[in-house]
C-alpha cells in the first residue's frame, strides 16, 4: 500500500487492496464451481444434479456472498476514481471492464438459467428430468468458465495495479534511512 507523508497507507491503496481481496473472492467461487461442483456434479443423476443445483443458487444468494459479489465493481469502481491521475490507473481500468464483464454474463446468462431451473418444479415430480438438465448444464458450465476467466483477469489487473501503486511511493523510513550516515 502507499504511504503518505505520516507514513501511513492513503485511503486510495486501502480501497486498491479491498478490491483485489473482493475480487479474489468472487474469482475463487467461479473458480471452484469450474474445478470442483459443476464436475462432481456431473456424476450425478439428473433429479440429484437439479436438487442440488437449485439449493446452491438458493443459498447462495445471501449478504455475505452479495458483499464481495457486488462489493467487488464498487470497489473498482471507487479506485478507478481515487487512482485516475496515476500511471498504473489503466490495469484498475482494465480490472473493471473485466468485473463488469464477468457480471454482465452473470445476470443475463447464467442467473436467467438458474430461475428456469429452479422453475421446472420439484425435482421428483419433473416428467423429463434428463430434458431440464440438458437445457441447462452445458450453457451454464460454458458461461461460468468465461465469468471465471474474466474475474481471474480482473484480479490479476488489480494485483499488478496495487504492485505498481505501491513501487510508485516508496516508504519513508526507506527514503530517510538512504540519506542518513548508517546507510553509506
Same mark, same amino acid.
Given at each position: 500500500?502507499?504511504?503518505?507523508?505520516?507514513?501511513?497507507?492513503?485511503?486510495?491503496?486501502?480501497?486498491?487492496?479491498?478490491?483485489?481481496? =473482493?475480487?479474489?473472492?468472487?474469482?475463487?467461487? &467461479?473458480?471452484?464451481?469450474?474445478?470442483?461442483?459443476?464436475?462432481?456434479?456431473?456424476?450425478?443423476?439428473?433429479?440429484?444434479?437439479?436438487?442440488?443445483?437449485?439449493?446452491?443458487?438458493?443459498?447462495?444468494?445471501?449478504?455475505?456472498?452479495?458483499?464481495?459479489?457486488?462489493?467487488?465493481?464498487?470497489?473498482?469502481?471507487?479506485? =478507478?476514481?481515487?487512482?485516475?491521475?496515476?500511471?498504473?490507473?489503466?490495469?484498475?481500468?482494465?480490472?473493471?471492464?473485466?468485473?463488469?464483464?464477468?457480471?454482465?454474463?452473470?445476470?443475463?446468462?447464467?442467473?436467467?438459467?438458474?430461475?428456469?431451473?429452479?422453475?421446472?418444479?420439484?425435482?421428483?415430480?419433473?416428467?423429463?428430468?434428463?430434458?431440464?438438465?440438458?437445457? &441447462?448444464?452445458?450453457?451454464?458450465?460454458?458461461?461460468?468458465?468465461?465469468?471465471?476467466?474474466?474475474?481471474?483477469?480482473?484480479? =490479476?489487473?488489480?494485483?499488478? =495495479?496495487?504492485?505498481?501503486?505501491?513501487?510508485?511511493?516508496?516508504?519513508?523510513?526507506?527514503?530517510?534511512?538512504?540519506?542518513?550516515?548508517?546507510?553509506?
Amino acid at each position: 500500500m502507499t504511504e503518505n507523508s505520516t507514513g501511513r497507507p492513503t485511503a486510495a491503496a486501502g480501497v486498491l487492496g479491498a478490491a483485489t481481496v =473482493a475480487t479474489g473472492l468472487v474469482a475463487g467461487v &467461479f473458480y471452484i464451481f469450474a474445478c470442483d461442483v459443476m464436475p462432481s456434479l456431473a456424476r450425478s443423476d439428473d433429479r440429484v444434479f437439479i436438487e442440488v443445483m437449485v439449493n446452491i443458487n438458493d443459498v447462495i444468494q445471501n449478504p455475505v456472498f452479495f458483499l464481495s459479489f457486488l462489493g467487488a465493481p464498487v470497489l473498482t469502481t471507487v479506485s =478507478a476514481r481515487q487512482l485516475r491521475g496515476s500511471p498504473h490507473r489503466r490495469w484498475v481500468w482494465a480490472a473493471l471492464a473485466a468485473c463488469v464483464l464477468a457480471l454482465l454474463v452473470t445476470t443475463v446468462v447464467n442467473v436467467p438459467l438458474n430461475d428456469r431451473l429452479a422453475d421446472a418444479g420439484d425435482p421428483a415430480r419433473i416428467a423429463d428430468p434428463a430434458a431440464v438438465r440438458e437445457r &441447462f448444464e452445458d450453457t451454464w458450465v460454458a458461461w461460468n468458465v468465461v465469468r471465471a476467466l474474466l474475474s481471474t483477469v480482473a484480479l =490479476a489487473c488489480l494485483a499488478r =495495479a496495487l504492485f505498481l501503486h505501491r513501487g510508485a511511493y516508496p516508504s519513508a523510513y526507506l527514503a530517510s534511512a538512504a540519506g542518513s550516515r548508517a546507510s553509506r
